[in-house]
């Protein structure tokens, strides 16, 4: 057992939390994370509309009796969904965990903190992480640059970021983008973080509700496969390599290029037509770098026991001995 300020917090017994990801954060997933004894979160805009999440949060709470979450990802928008909607939906769905990414979330957060419900606000900068704690959050994630989505644009990566959010931010947090395993457990609670927050992987996971050819082809990726889209429309988005993003950074790389270039191939309806089909090079899909750690297709509940173990072992037995081992100073 690994016991931090995050476990706490949420009630969890393992710190490890599986973020909102959009097609994927479905009530299989959620519950099957919540019955290891990590935290899983539902991601509400999955969901077409708000009856349909509160559908969803019934299902999962149908398949298990441990908390979990949902992710509100707030977008900027010409046309936002129904945001106050989704918002009633997680209230009245009795949900008590909220994840919220994105801008500005301080009318989400102050509704949600109304009705006792605690908040992880996910960002990727310290000052955002600095400027959510000052908004009341109970939590923060922060995403380095390895991370699949959207990883900002200031590109500095999880083992710079972790320490440098975890020596000014009071409240917990987790670390997120590039964690897959149990070293990397160890590491984020090395570098100040109090536990970790993962995508990518719980993707390649049996319980994941995607297509089975999504999953091998993100066994089979290396650390390379992934592009980095929307680069110059400063939305910056991290993507896993395959024949449309690689056409979209074409685009891009000419030099002027408008939303409306690229649009057709970044399409929402285009990604989730793909995945429906089991396309892999039909659209554009979310993946980090930490394809490159990924070797197997485990369930949920083998993958978390695996982290834990792993992180006990490299904490107790690898750095523990380097210490035990430490030759002893000759006496002056
Ligand atoms: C397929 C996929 C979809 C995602 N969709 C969302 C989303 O809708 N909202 C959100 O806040 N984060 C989203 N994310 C980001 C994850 O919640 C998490 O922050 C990220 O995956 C961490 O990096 P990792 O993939 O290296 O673990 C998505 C990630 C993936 C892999």
Redesign the pocket.
Known sequence: MITTRITELFGIDHPIAQ???????KAELVAAVANAGALGFI?A?TQPTPEDLAREIRRTRDMTDQPFGV?L?ILPSIKPPPYAEYRQAIIEGGVKIV?T??YKPQEHVDHFKQHGIKVIH?CTAVRHALSAERMGVDAI?I?GF?????PGEDDIPGLILIPAAADRVKIPMLA?????DGRGLAAALALGADGI?????F?VTKEAPIPDAFKQRMVENDERATDLIFRTLHNTARVMKNAVSQQVVEIERRGGAKFEDVQALVAGARGRDALADGDTDGGI??????QGLIHDIPTVKDLIDRIIAEAEAVIESRLGRMLAAAPKKAPA
């Open positions: 973020g909102g990801m959009q097609w994927v954060g991601t805009l992710n990802t994840e990414a994105g996910k994630s995403d390895e991370c699949a989505g959207h997120s983008g590039g964690f897959g927050n993962m995508g990518t992987r993707c899909w979310s993946a980090g770098m930490i």
